[in-house]
């Protein structure tokens, strides 16, 4: 039987959203194109044009990278880019404790910084348009990618185009050669007061005078022009008041900063404010730079990673650290053996968890846990992304409410992002607020935070409609004789877990997934499924992934002892019409050889 003409059927490789330059999905349309790309096959890699910002480096940064070490470099040498010079130092630190043969000074760090000392002003210290370059062995570029992937803090395709574009006219140049120290920026201090916002409208964009030539006016006036400069703090403060749930209407930028700062009504938590709410980059640097924190608050212990995660949180807490110890299934019994174990005297750190989790959508029991953690004196991170604080309220249960932004949050598909959380209630909130005021970057690129101010301001309703959807392909699947289990919070064993922590007005999210009896039906569904196709989630169409093999395919026997099938294909469900996405699943599933 030939597969059917499908409406979404986007050529292999295409950024998802089709020709979209900062697309962070990318299509991967048939089963046979997922298990190419793993298996490197030219038919694959030769057409991608994108692909998920953390796997794949953008082309933009490949250039840049590029073109720095033709600059700067030394023969055989490969870059790697990040925001700060402390990022870069991470990198390094990482870099030399897995390859120990190398030399150190085979490890350089080069900070890019506007040309002129005046251009290091107020309005720049917004833009931040600034970059530092880990160059290494190219030979060892697998390393540097795993740095990358792991903490997911490198140079949004954002920041590297715009400075790339200053470098190339000379207006970037290597820190060394003006004799200036690296900038370090330390603390949200300037999040504090109401007075330290701009609350200015467009109008009120910087502007300068002088010579063209002037490395402050040429950055000031191109990005002001395109984009609103004035407005920058301002969309990073609306993004933050949505994050902590006190701004929930659909409403426009200067509505959103009208308000006063008030205490969350979506997150009923005594003196939570949009001040304990910190942006970064990406989900996965939320994550990172939380683990790196707590090392730095609790010691040098162990991590518990508690249910199966997904993939880079279990590789930050074995890579970095003291390692962890994994209890994949997310059952009551490991939490026996854990209160086995902590009362036996064994001591960790923190408990990092999903609600619910990738992609099973199992939903932990936090309350036990939370009980644990404050007993033993560890503390507890939470993953929301999947539930999303509109459906559920996990903060009482947490230390830290960790999020991807680039998610349901935007919906777009075209910016990433990062959230994180300092829960008040916890015993350990003095402690990790002091070492967020010490530590904490804001590393997240103006240029994407104006873009995930403007894709966030709907959420609310997006999030409502999609869990409707959810819910009836839901019903679909599980109808259907060939399916062989449908994993969703609703229907979850693990539901009155759920419901704990569910909102009175919340619902069950839009991701879901589905294993079936044999292989060959799931590829006949998957490639007859009229669904855009390619990794991440939360999307405003339906995406649709054959998960494991994607991003677990070296390690799908691991995967199966933890009860996670090769074959589950996972559904990110969209804000289409509900009756023709059921009607678009039924015919996927009629498409399975009888």
């Known amino acids: 039987m030939s597969p059917m003409v499908l409406e979404n059927d986007v050529e292999v490789g295409e950024s998802l959203p089709p020709a979209t330059e900062h697309a962070v999905s990318v299509s991967l349309p048939t089963w046979r194109a997922n298990v190419g790309y793993e298996e490197g096959e030219e038919w694959v890699i030769s057409k991608m044009k994108t692909g998920y910002p953390r796997f794949f480096i953008h082309k933009i940064i490949q250039a840049f990278s590029a073109a720095i070490v033709t600059k700067h470099g030394r023969e055989g040498e490969g870059a790697m880019l990040f925001p700060t010079h402390a990022i870069a130092s991470r990198c390094r630190d990482f870099f030399l404790r897995n390859a120990p043969d ?17 251009a290091r002003s107020e309005e720049l210290t917004v833009i931040s348009p600034r970059v530092s370059a880990v160059l290494f062995p190219q030979d060892r570029f697998s390393i540097a990618k795993q740095f990358w992937q792991h903490s997911g803090d490198g140079v949004s ?29 330390k603390g949200p201090r300037r999040y504090q007061k109401q007075t330290s916002i701009d609350l200015g409208g467009p109008d009120d964009a910087v502007h300068s005078t002088g010579e063209v030539q002037d490395p402050t006016q040429f950055v000031e006036e191109r990005f002001g022009r395109n984009l609103d400069l004035s407005m920058t703090k301002n969309a990073k403060l609306a993004i933050r008041r949505r994050i902590a749930g006190s701004l929930t ?13 008030d205490t969350a009504r979506t997150r009923p938590v005594a003196e939570f404010s949009e001040d304990d709410v910190y942006l970064y980059p990406t989900g996965m640097s939320s994550i990172f730079n939380s683990h790196r924190k707590l090392l730095k608050a609790k010691g040098p212990l162990k991590a518990i990673v508690y249910g199966f995660p997904y993939i880079d949180t279990l590789k930050i807490t074995e890579k970095f650290g003291a390692g962890s110890l994994f209890y994949g299934f ?48 560890f503390c507890v991170v939470v993953d929301e992304t999947i539930g999303n604080f509109i459906n559920v309220n996990v903060l009482p249960y947490a230390d830290i409410v960790v999020s991807s932004l680039t998610k349901v949050f935007s919906g777009d598909s075209n910016v990433m992002g990062g959230g994180l959380v300092l829960s008040p209630m916890a015993k350990n909130y003095s402690l990790l607020k002091s070492i967020w005021e010490e530590d904490y970057e804001d590393n997240h690129w103006a240029e994407d935070s104006i873009f995930l101010e403007r894709n966030s301001r709907d959420f609310v309703s997006r999030i ?17 004789p060939r399916v062989k289990q449908v994993n969703y919070p609703k229907t979850s064993p693990t539901r009155a877990n759920y419901e704990k922590c569910r909102n009175p007005n919340g619902g069950y999210g839009g991701l879901l997934s589905a294993t079936f009896y044999a292989r060959g039906d799931a590829i006949a569904f998957f490639d007859n499924l009229d669904t855009v196709k390619g990794p991440s989630l939360g999307t405003n169409f339906t995406l649709s992934s054959p998960y494991v093999i994607l991003a677990h395919y070296g390690e799908l026997d691991w995967c199966a002892k933890w009860g996670v099938e090769a074959d589950l294909i996972r559904f990110s469900v969209g804000l289409e019409e509900t009756g023709k996405l059921v009607e678009t699943f ?9």
């Open 102 to 118: 190398l030399d150190a000074s085979k490890i350089r760090i080069l900070d890019f910084v506007p040309a002129a000392e005046k």
């Open 157 to 185: 395709s954002r920041r590297a185009e715009y400075c790339y574009q200053l470098f190339e006219k000379g207006v970037l140049i290597e820190a060394s050669s003006l004799d200036l120290p690296p900038r370090i920026r």
């Open 249 to 261: 209407a659909d409403v426009s930028l200067s509505e959103a900063l009208s308000l006063k700062k």
């Open 330 to 377: 997310g059952s009551s019994e490991e939490l026996d053996d854990l209160e086995k174990r902590l009362e036996g005297g064994e001591r960790f750190m923190a408990l990092f968890t999903e609600f619910p989790g990738n992609p099973l959508l199992m939903s932990p029991d936090l309350q036990r846990i939370r009980t644990l953690a404050d007993k033993y004196d």
């Open 464 to 480: 409502d409609r999609i869990g409707t959807n959810a819910e009836a392909i839901c019903n679909v699947l599980s109808a259907h």
């Open 586 to 594: 039924k015919k996927a599933l009629d498409a399975i050889p009888q």
